[in-house]
């Protein structure tokens, strides 16, 4: 299979990584960056890689595309590309929403399917990709709209980096992936800068100075990207405020429980919160994973 890669970050330079493991690198790259080109070329990542699709060679041999830029570039980028793909190119995205997306860019190019592959890091760029990133984890596909065939390739595809796909509506993924990526994106947010709340700087210099493995884990996505997280909450805004409603609700609750001192209240929400945390899918490296884009 002949694939392009736009975008050669964390995402498509893992891609490229993973191709190149294989045998057979991606038959090229495009990046706004020109070291970037240069350097996915040194390592052997692409055999082509510009900052121009009309400087690419090999559309014709180009049987599947993946966009792996940020969501506002998702479909800017398909429009540059749509002048050089062939008939039968089917065109994916990594993206992190899929309904404000997938709409458009069937509207340019039919033959496009969603992908949210989730899999990432707190880094970036390049240097930040490596090989086994998407290993064992879960990807969304969503086929609405596509041809069946080009469903089937984007599937095939991820399967062929070891990924375990999930079929699924963009609003269903949308709504679900607030739940679990963009929500606590938030609330770890929200928790850092709730300590910047307190007053007295020599507390606040003690926390700094306390905080440990547990602190590190819950604040560890609301330090990450803040670009990132901020085309979250433009493109999934729906979803994402009625998971944050939800979220201040029960927080309200809590607190309510903990003033009035009802001790049973607050041990049973515990309890409930311990029960249920295994249903939701544990990773092979939880430190390490993060939702792409």
């Not at 309510?256 to 990773?283: D, F, K, M, N, W």
Request: aromatic fraction near 6%; charge should be negative; hydrophobic fraction near 45%.
């Amino acid at each position: 299979m002949g694939i392009g890669i736009v975008g050669l970050g964390l995402i498509g330079g893992s891609i490229a990584y993973d191709l190149a493991a294989q045998g057979t690198p991606a038959l090229w790259g495009l990046s706004r960056n020109p070291q970037t080109c240069s350097r996915a070329q040194e390592l052997g990542l692409v055999a082509e890689a510009a900052t121009d699709p009309k400087a690419i060679a090999p559309w014709a041999e180009t049987d599947l595309v993946i966009i792996a830029t940020p969501l506002d570039r998702i479909v800017p980028s398909l429009e540059r590309l749509v002048p050089f793909l062939s008939p039968n190119t089917v065109v994916t995205d990594v993206g992190s929403v899929k309904a404000p997306i997938v709409p458009a860019a069937q509207g340019l190019w039919i033959h496009f399917v969603g992908s949210h592959p989730m899999a990432g890091t707190h880094e970036s760029g390049l240097g930040a990709a490596r090989p086994g990133l998407f290993a064992q984890a879960p990807c969304v596909v969503t086929g609405e709209g596509a041809p069946l065939e080009a469903v089937e390739r984007v599937v095939a595809f991820w399967h062929s980096l070891a990924m375990e796909t999930l079929i699924c509506s963009p609003q269903a993924h949308d709504q679900a992936v607030a739940w679990i990526s963009h929500l606590p994106v938030f609330a770890s947010a929200g928790l850092l800068l709730a300590c910047l709340g307190e007053s007295d700087r020599e507390i606040q210099r003690l926390a700094q100075r306390l905080a440990s493995s547990g602190f590190r884990d819950t604040s560890r996505v609301g330090g990450g990207n803040p670009e990132l997280g901020c085309l979250m909450a433009a493109y999934n805004r729906a979803p994402l405020l009625r998971s944050l409603d939800t979220y201040l609700a029960v927080l309200q609750n809590v607190r309510e429980a903990i003033a009035l001192g009802q001790e049973s209240e607050i041990l049973a929400a515990l309890h409930v919160a311990q029960q249920q945390r295994p249903a939701y899918r544990t990773l092979a490296s939880p430190g390490d994973r993060l939702p792409s884009h």
